[in-house]
């Protein structure tokens, strides 16, 4: 009875552990998220080029894909330019090193200086890479 006990109580253990592991990844996925926000609205080049894996794989509502160079470029250079982004029913999954992350988005935009607006679904894939969550790919279509 004893040996039943203490194994239960030593998975218990075990169990907590691993929802707060789990619970502090989550939030850090979350971080990295926010970061990735403000620097779409905001952006500089060596704040996304340290948040970005270099496999990066950036898929846009419209169907063109942008590697890491093509979507830090597209930032910096105002050709995509967000002016507000908003982020609601977000969800994220976290399976070993690689996180799922669905969104939706909505927007206000000056895509080479003309106002407009997003309203997506975004799925985002990030990778722990010596300690740090990275944005590895991104997937958006229009709702």
Same mark, same amino acid.
């Given at each position: 009875?004893?040996?039943?006990?203490?194994?239960?109580?030593?998975?218990?253990?075990?169990?907590?552990?691993?929802?707060? $592991?789990?619970?502090?990844?989550?939030?850090?996925?979350?971080?990295?998220?926010?970061?990735?926000?403000?620097?779409?609205?905001?952006?500089?080049?060596?704040?996304?080029? /340290?948040?970005? $894996?270099?496999?990066?794989?950036?898929?846009?509502?419209? %169907?063109?894909? =942008?590697? *890491?160079?093509?979507?830090? =470029?597209?930032?910096?250079? %105002?050709?995509?330019?967000?002016?507000?982004?908003?982020?609601? =029913?977000?969800?994220? /999954?976290?399976?070993?090193?690689?996180?799922?992350?669905?969104?939706?988005?909505?927007? =206000?935009?000056?895509?080479? %200086?003309?106002?407009?607006?997003?309203?997506?679904?975004?799925? #985002?894939?990030?990778?722990?890479? *010596? %300690? /740090?969550?990275? #944005?590895? $790919?991104?997937?958006?279509?229009?709702?």
């Amino acid at each position: 009875m004893k040996t039943i006990l203490l194994t239960l109580i030593a998975l218990c253990g075990v169990f907590t552990i691993n929802a707060q $592991a789990q619970g502090k990844e989550q939030a850090a996925v979350e971080s990295a998220v926010q970061q990735l926000r403000l620097l779409m609205i905001d952006p500089d080049k060596g704040k996304l080029e /340290s948040i970005a $894996a270099n496999e990066l794989s950036y898929g846009h509502s419209t %169907g063109k894909l =942008e590697d *890491k160079k093509e979507f830090i =470029e597209a930032l910096t250079s %105002g050709s995509s330019d967000f002016k507000t982004i908003d982020l609601t =029913e977000q969800t994220i /999954s976290i399976v070993d090193n690689t996180a799922m992350v669905r969104h939706k988005l909505m927007a =206000e935009t000056a895509n080479d %200086g003309k106002p407009g607006t997003a309203k997506l679904a975004v799925l #985002l894939v990030w990778v722990k890479q *010596k %300690g /740090s969550w990275k #944005l590895l $790919a991104r997937q958006a279509v229009k709702i």
